[in-house]
């Protein structure tokens, strides 16, 4: 039995040596408060760093195998996607993080692949960092916020970026990046995270789907993060509001339930009914395995998770676990 973790993080160890004593990263910094918690400083906000962020790829290795996973497919720490620093900023801090997951790839071929994260502030060099990493180290695609700026993917300057990433055959995933539209709402008990986090993958899911992006790109392939959020529990009221309105249906031929299948899931959804929910509503095909590892929001011991679920069969859990990623992206 494999497992392939989709929804892997790394704070990359470039991070770490240059903001070492007082230097900077790219302008980002890095300060310890007096309980000697370590926080990046990006752009003049601080983001809290768990201690694995720092762990070097042994110790990743160590902790893979105690959990039972056999490969991380590894995305660079969404907090520092940088799009709201100068775009000279994102390009260099996404070049340092892709070429450090080259090196890991490099070195560990059977145990990491990569997603690369990209300046998005700036769409040519975005499409030209995805096109390096595709064409010359090896990744399978890259993680992006669900917004740049506030500006969602389906703004026309986003298409020739989706016409690019289809091309190239890319996974496009979809994961936050520090405050989410909670945020301003209500910043307490965790809110911008726990419903924050779903709430922006169904307004993306819904801007791929309405802006037209989806048809514009029939063979892009995307992942949406945390179980697409809301998006399956939801998707009622999306086809109801695109029966009777008709802003709804302006770019959008079929009812936005006839697009959950063109959409992968990962399975960080927390419970064996919202699980079984996703797998009925968009097809076993669809789920993917991911951790969020090393975050506290992780499963603590997702393999043994998967493997105890009682109402999913063995095929559906293999499926999950590793057969539907090791054919989505080769592996
Ligand atoms: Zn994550």
Not at 2 to 25: K, N
Not at 124 to 129: L, Q, S
Request: net charge negative.
């Amino acid at each position: 039995m494999r497992s392939i973790d989709i929804h892997a993080h790394l704070t990359p160890q470039c991070f770490w040596r240059a903001t070492q004593g007082s230097g900077t990263w790219h302008t980002l910094r890095r300060e310890q408060d007096a309980q000697g918690r370590e926080y990046a400083v990006v752009g003049g906000h601080r983001q809290q760093l768990p201690p694995k962020a720092r762990w070097t790829p042994e110790e990743r290795l160590a902790d893979m195998d105690s959990l039972g996973v056999d490969v991380h497919v590894l995305s660079p720490y969404s907090g520092f996607y940088n799009y709201d620093l100068d775009p000279s900023v994102a390009i260099a801090t996404s070049r340092d993080s892709n070429n450090e997951i080259r090196d890991m790839i490099s070195a560990r071929p059977e145990r990491f692949a990569g997603l690369a994260t990209l300046p998005m502030q700036d769409v040519p060099a975005a499409i030209a960092e995805l096109e390096r990493v595709m064409t010359q180290l090896g990744f399978k695609g890259a993680m992006i916020n669900d917004h740049v700026n506030g500006r969602t993917f389906d703004e026309p300057e986003f298409l020739p970026f989706w016409k690019a990433a289809e091309q190239m055959g890319a996974l496009i995933m979809f994961h936050q990046g520090g405050e989410t539209m909670v945020s301003p709402r209500n910043p307490r008990y965790h809110l911008p995270n726990t419903i924050g986090n779903l709430a922006e993958r169904t307004v993306t899911y819904a801007a791929l789907v309405f802006g037209g992006v989806m048809d514009a790109c029939p063979d892009l392939q995307i992942c949406l993060c945390h179980g697409g959020g809301y998006t399956c529990y939801g998707i009622g009221r999306m086809d109801r509001g695109w029966e009777v309105r008709p802003e709804a249906r302006q770019l959008l031929p079929n009812p936005p339930s006839t697009y959950l299948r063109r959409f992968y899931y990962d399975c960080i959804v927390y419970t064996e009914e919202a699980l079984r929910y996703l797998i009925d509503t968009v097809g076993i095909d669809r789920v993917v395995f991911g951790t969020d590892w090393p975050y506290d929001m992780v499963f603590d011991w997702p393999v043994s998770w998967i493997l105890s679920l009682k109402h999913l069969t063995q095929a559906e859990k293999e499926a999950i676990l590793w057969k539907n990623l090791e054919r989505l992206l080769g592996l």
